[in-house]
Structures are given as C-alpha cells and as structure tokens.
C-alpha cells in the first residue's frame, strides 16, 4: 500500500515537474536592469535592454515583452537565454479593426442603444464583412448593414482571438540555460531619431558669436524608455538590408565604447555623443538636451553676390541684393575645435538696447574639427547691385562678354561685397578694374570694397571659348 502511494506520489510529482517545464516564461520591463538607446537622425534607433531571466528549460517558450511596436525583427540578438533555436515577433496587437476583422464569419453580439427610451438591447449575430465604416452581419435571419464606430452600436466579442496581444512580444525558443541569470536583448528600430538645433548669437561687432546646440530626441516606437543611457550617432549611415545584422553588431560595440560624457568621439567615421546623464524617453515624447556650448567664437559677416556668365546676349537689367553670410572656423584657436553635427541653424543679434531679435537661419552640414561653417542667412537690407551686360560679341573659337556692376550702399559705414561670376565653358578675364582671384576652374571673384553712403563700380570683361 506504501509502495503504491509512493509510487503516485512520484507520479504526481513527475507531472507537476512537467507542467511547470512546459509553461511559458513572460519577462517584461519590471524585470528590466539596464537600458541604453542609440539615436540616428535617419528615423532609426538601437536598443539595448539588459532583463533578469529565470531559468529556462529546454524547448520551453519565452514571451519578452515591452519591445518597440516597430522593432526590426531581422535585427535580433538575443544573449545568455540559450541557443535560440526559433524567435517570432507577435505584432498582432488588439484593436477595434483587428477584432472585426479576426471574428469575421464567426458568432458575436450586437448591441444597440436607444437615446430616447435610455435601453440597450443585445443580440446574437454572425460577422459576414467588415468594409470601410460598415459591417454586414447576419441577425434573426436577415442580413443586415451595421455601421461601424457609430454612437449608439457596439460590438460585443466572446474572447480574445487567439495570438492577438495587447502589445507586441518577442517569441523565443531556446536549447535552455543551466541557471537564472541577465539576458541582453539588442535590435534595431523604426520610430526613434534625433536632430540639432543651433542658437547662435552674433554680437553687435559681427565679430564673434556664442554657439548652443540642442538635440532635439523623439520617440514613436509605442513603448516609453525609461532611465536610460542615450547615444547620439551624427553621420549618415546607409542601411542595406543584408547588412543590417552586420551593422547592429557594429553599433553595439560603439555603444559599448562610447565616452562617458557629452563630449563626441570619432568611431568608424560617425561621431558618437553620449548624454552625461540617463534620461527616459517616453512614447510620443520629444525631448531636448543641450549637446554643445561654446563663447566668444571668432567669426566673420560678409557679403556675397554670385551670378552666372553665358556665352550668350542678355539685355535684362538685375537689380538685387547680396547675401548676408555669417561665418566661422570649426578649430579650437577661434573657440570650438569639436564635431559640429548636422542641424538647423537660428542666427539672433541684439539691438542697441540689449534685446535680441531673429536675423535668419540656415542649415549647418556635419563639420569635422578645421571645416568652416558658413551660414547664408538673409539678403542685405541697405546694398544694392544693379548688373547689366553691356558687350556681346564673336571672337576666334568663342564669344567675348563684358559686364558692368554698381554697387551703392546707404549704410553708415565701409562695406566689403564679395562678387563671384561662374562660367559654363573655359573662360579668361581679359581685362577688370579691380584684381580678381581664381576660386576654382569655374569661378572667378572680386572683393570690392563699397564706401559709407556710396557707389563702387566692378567692370570687367571674360573670353569664353567653346567646349
């Protein structure tokens, strides 16, 4: 009798032990150790999410849960669960379409309520077709058009379908680990970015400005990231799909390498940030952090006119205005000496009272330490060129051009206006009234200086010959 007992006994215990084997494991963010997130300005991010994780038998289904809504399957990598021997991502999220459409053909209530007498009546119906904002459902033995997220009907479901979640979970099989332990989740996601944004302020002098860059984060991934350390990745990376694996595994190793503070560092021809401190990001959030800071940058503003030069009569008079550019070297001598990555530029100046006003903006490309950034940011009020052609004429192998430029200035001082012609052919400066450099194998310029409240004149004349 003792020997049967023990027997079940065993038994029993062998089928507790296999129950427990086979019930699936569901690890979400509460079980989350560490995070950090790396931002592309090309609506792609990276994730690194370190969890507990329990013991994992063989063959047993792990369920991770709280990952991106729009995660890059293909991306996946997942550390220390085992050997993954199948992964699915279960993106079939619960939502009124998604139900409509899973119970179409199966049985389900129709409920309808009266405003005027205040009653709601159910019924039985089976879902036929669902199109648009109608659904067609076969109800006490008619068919019939019910509208759909329409006050006044609902639709009651039995149950949740089978496979429909509501948010999305990675699906893992693996050979088992031996113990407990901390799985590291990577992969790559659609739904975060970042950009920057520059306030620039130029003093009075236009002789140097102070520099503040904020990055601006946003997350659309449907899941909120708290607490975590944050990378910016500056640069453009192309995105090949057979590489992406490849790519994912080189980012990780940044992330692992990056420095510990705001200051970039240069990493296989990108420039990576890191925040000093870690930050949650939430879904739908956009957040913005100040990146870069600089005083007292040596800088200049000029002027500029660029025109083009036709073999080709013109009669037309222009009367324009010169771009107003403000300038300055990216090296440590004039006050920076840092990666300046990609971002809008907003340039303010104070006026005589101390308050600062908005006086244009333009677009800063990512700028190596020794680049110069030049920003075009607005036409001149108070200088004006008038520009006219006034010779045309054939000449051996080509045409001969000359040109003729006033520039007159109601300003209270001295002016410099840079003037550059660009050629579509070979071209030759016969003869000009001031010097004049080669810019490049197209271009020609002249630095005229334009008097207080005055007029300065540009005359020259170019041999353009054929192709």
Not at 416 to 425: H, M, P, R, S, Y
């Amino acid at each position: 009798m003792r020997k049967l007992l023990s027997l079940s006994l065993l038994g029993a215990a062998i089928g507790v032990a296999m129950s427990a084997q086979a019930a699936p494991l569901v690890v979400d963010s509460s079980q989350q150790n560490a995070l950090a997130i790396t931002l592309y300005n090309q609506d792609l991010g990276l994730i690194r999410d370190v969890r507990n994780l329990p013991l994992i038998n063989e063959n047993q289904t792990l369920y991770i849960e709280d990952v991106s809504h729009q995660i890059m399957s293909e991306t996946l990598q997942l550390e220390n669960a085992g050997k993954v021997l199948e992964q699915n991502l279960n993106n079939n999220l619960i939502s009124g379409y998604a139900l409509l459409q899973a119970y179409i053909g199966k049985q389900l209530q129709l409920a309808r309520f009266n405003s005027v007498s205040g009653t709601e009546t159910v019924s039985n119906a089976r879902l036929l077709s669902v199109q648009g904002d109608q659904a067609i459902v076969e109800h006490q033995n008619r068919i019939e058009t019910v509208p759909v997220n329409q006050q006044g009907w609902r639709f009651i479901f039995p149950s949740i379908p089978e496979g429909m979640q509501s948010r999305p979970s990675l699906e893992i099989r693996s050979e088992g680990t031996k113990k407990a332990g901390e799985a590291v989740l990577t992969y790559l996601t659609r739904g975060l970015s970042w950009q920057m944004d520059y306030a620039i302020v130029l003093d009075k002098s236009g002789e140097h400005v102070s520099l503040d860059g904020l990055a601006t984060l946003r997350n659309q991934t449907g899941v909120d990231y708290p607490d975590a350390k944050i990378l910016l990745m500056a640069g453009q990376i192309n995105q090949p799909p057979a590489m992406l694996r490849q790519r994912t595994e080189m980012v990780m190793a940044m992330a692992d390498a990056a420095p510990e503070s705001g200051a970039p560092e240069a990493f296989q021809d990108y420039q990576l940030y890191r925040l000093p401190q870690s930050a949650s990001l939430l879904n739908g959030q956009t957040k913005q952090v100040s990146l870069i800071g600089a005083d007292r940058v040596k800088a200049d503003k000029t002027y500029h006119y660029d025109f083009p030069v036709y073999a080709s009569l013109d009669q037309h008079l222009y009367d324009q205005k010169p771009d107003i550019k403000v300038s300055f070297n990216n090296v440590q001598a004039d006050g920076l000496g840092f990666p300046l990555p990609a971002g809008t530029a907003r340039v303010f100046s104070p006026d005589k009272e101390g308050l600062r006003h908005f006086i244009g903006s333009a677009q800063i490309q990512h700028t190596a330490k020794g680049q110069q950034v030049e920003l075009p940011i607005g036409k001149a009020f108070d200088l004006t060129i008038k520009r006219r052609q006034v010779r045309f004429g054939k000449v051996y192998n080509g045409h001969q051009v000359s040109q003729e430029l006033e520039l007159k200035s109601s300003r209270d001082q001295d002016s410099l206006v840079t003037i550059a012609a660009n050629f579509g052919q070979p071209w030759e400066i016969k003869t000009t009234n001031h010097d004049f450099s080669k810019a490049s194998a197209s271009r020609a310029e002249w630095t005229v200086k334009v008097p207080a409240n005055g007029t300065a004149t540009l005359h020259f004349t170019a041999t353009l010959n054929k192709l």
